[in-house]
């Protein structure tokens, strides 16, 4: 049996626009080059890619960081009842 054991732990810290802290599941709002208003869910950052999940139909997406203008994490979404 050795006498040390070394195990290197890479940690990866992702924030939203205002530097709070992003966790898996937590409800972002995005603006992406392409001008569009995303609403989806944060899953995980892996290989230089942001990987959401589609808010209204839990769609797998991902993004490249340089396609990512604006994100900010939302509390909760209340939905209007229409006449």
Known sequence: MPAINIEEKKTIL???TNGRPINEGDLLLIRATTQE???????????????????????PVKYRLKSLKFVTKIEEVIEEKGE
């Open 14 to 16: 992702v924030t939203d």
């Open 37 to 59: 208003t995303i609403l989806c869910y944060y899953k995980k950052f892996n290989q230089g890619y942001f990987y959401t999940e589609a808010f209204t139909d839990n769609a």
